[in-house]
């Protein structure tokens, strides 16, 4: 080997990468089946930990399995099976003597056997309705089902919100806890819970996918792969829940947003607003998708996200930013603003009110948004009456919104954007 060849692939290195990648894949299954096994979410990732961990010593030295899902899962089995039995042994010492322990623990082991061949779809929405249960803080509940259902590490997750490693640690301790003393059971809500619980489950991959695609803080405009693991969650409560039509809104909405990802920026790592962006750039392919979930949805009725999916799609049809139908947009805020009026919501239909021809009302919108305290320091609000001012002819005053929106974002790449916006309107003499 000379010394510009590559190195070859250490065998160990090569498994552990095998060991990561088939983790994130198969690890909420794992855990949604141990779960239904021993009853208790903490427990069943401590045994999936456990199996990872076995994994990394074994896969470096006698290589990845053929089918390495099976073998997390029989390994998985085998260590709950064995803590179930030293549970049962101990029980049975204390109540039973004879003959019945031995046929309560041939019982038992027939039941776990069944309960292992049940349908892993079950499982999977036990799971991810467990993780994101109301009884959490939405913190604990994002970070717990990163945990469990995306396949994030403690480290991804806290590199992704930008908090220290031992902050989402605690979340995801105090969460199990939480879990645990509320006594909430592994299972699926009651038809009358439903609505509520899967409000809370969607709320929650919204979260995820809205820190993703505008990241609150940090260098990045964007974090795609959280983008990411927030559509491999809708599209699969999309296959979990198909008649439920928030499901499919949601997942429509974040498709054709995500279809933007890679025209956001220029080659230069700099952000792009929707106007300037080349649509040639755009992902054809999940807008396709996104406007087939969203017909799904909306023949099943929809609700919030189906209408922000909608107002999305305006977008997407638009082949150029001028042929958008800003119309309708500010239509269908109308309608979003009635149902859930929260201060972004009415923000958003200012900006297309003012887009529809009407920067006036617009800015009145936008103005009377000035009062909401929690807008106060929300950039997006200065930079919306900054955009609305320009359009008004008042360059100086929409100049000092926007260095007001540069001085409140704590994203790095926003900031630019921002006095970017500003510098462009000063006078040339200043």
């Known amino acids: 080997m000379?010394?510009?060849?590559?190195a070859p692939d250490d065998p160990g290195q090569a498994a552990r990468r095998a060991v990561e990648a088939v983790w994130r894949i198969e690890s909420a299954r794992l855990i949604a089946r141990i779960a239904r096994l021993v009853r208790d979410v903490g427990l069943a990732e401590e045994i999936a930990q456990d199996t990872l961990?076995?994994?990394?010593?074994?896969?470096?030295?006698?290589?990845?399995?053929?089918?390495?899902?099976?073998?997390?899962?029989?390994?998985?089995?085998?260590?709950a099976v064995d803590l179930l039995r030293r549970q049962q042994r101990y029980a049975t010492k204390l109540d039973?003597?004879?003959?019945?322990?031995?046929?309560?623990?041939?019982?038992?082991?027939a039941a776990l056997d069944d309960a292992l061949d049940d349908h892993i779809g079950d499982d999977l929405l036990r799971l991810i309705f467990t993780a994101a249960h109301p009884v959490l803080p939405v913190q604990a509940r994002v970070a717990l089902t990163l945990r469990m259902v995306g396949g994030l590490t403690t480290g991804e997750t806290a590199r992704a919100f930008l908090v220290p490693e031992a902050t989402v640690a605690q979340r995801i301790v105090r969460a199990k806890r939480a879990l645990a003393a509320a006594r909430v059971r592994f299972e699926l809500p009651t038809p009358a819970e439903l609505v509520d619980r899967l409000a809370s489950v969607l709320e929650v991959v919204y979260l995820i996918f809205n820190e993703?695609?505008?990241a609150t803080g940090g260098p990045n405009w964007s974090r795609p792969e959280l983008c990411q693991e927030a559509l491999r969650l809708g599209r699969l409560l999309s296959g979990l829940l198909p008649d439920e039509a928030e499901v499919h809104g949601l997942t429509a909405?974040?498709?054709?947003?995500?279809?933007?990802?890679?025209?956001?920026?220029?080659?230069?790592?700099?952000?792009?607003?929707?106007?300037?962006?080349?649509?040639?750039?755009w992902d054809r392919l999940l807008v396709r998708r996104g406007l087939a979930a969203l017909d799904r949805a909306e023949t099943l009725g929809g609700g919030v996200y189906t209408l922000q999916a909608a107002i999305a799609a305006c977008h997407a049809r638009?082949?150029?930013?001028e042929l958008t139908d800003w119309s309708?947009?500010?239509?269908?805020?109308?309608v979003l603003a009635h149902l859930q009026p929260s201060p972004v919501i009415l923000l958003n239909r200012a900006v297309a009110v003012g887009l529809a021809d009407d920067p006036v009302r617009g800015l009145a919108l936008a103005d009377d948004l000035t009062r909401e305290r929690a807008l106060r320091d929300y950039p997006q609000l200065p930079a919306v009456r900054g955009e609305l001012l320009a359009r008004l002819g008042r360059a100086d005053e929409a100049r000092a919104e926007f260095t007001r929106a540069a001085e409140l974002t704590r994203n790095d790449g926003?900031?630019?954007l921002f006095q970017r916006r500003a510098d462009g309107l000063r006078q040339p003499t200043e």
């Open 328 to 334: 309708r947009i500010a239509a269908l805020y109308e």
């Open 212 to 214: 993703g695609y505008a």
């Open 53 to 79: 961990v076995a994994a990394l010593v074994q896969w470096p030295a006698t290589g990845v399995p053929e089918d390495p899902g099976p073998w997390l899962t029989a390994t998985a089995k085998h260590r």
């Open 253 to 281: 909405l974040m498709e054709l947003q995500a279809s933007r990802l890679g025209a956001r920026t220029d080659p230069q790592g700099q952000p792009v607003l929707l106007p300037d962006q080349d649509r040639r750039r």
């Open 2 to 6: 000379t010394a510009t060849d590559p």
């Open 96 to 109: 039973l003597l004879g003959r019945d322990v031995e046929i309560q623990q041939e019982y038992a082991e």
């Open 414 to 416: 926003e900031r630019i």
């Open 318 to 321: 638009a082949t150029r930013a």
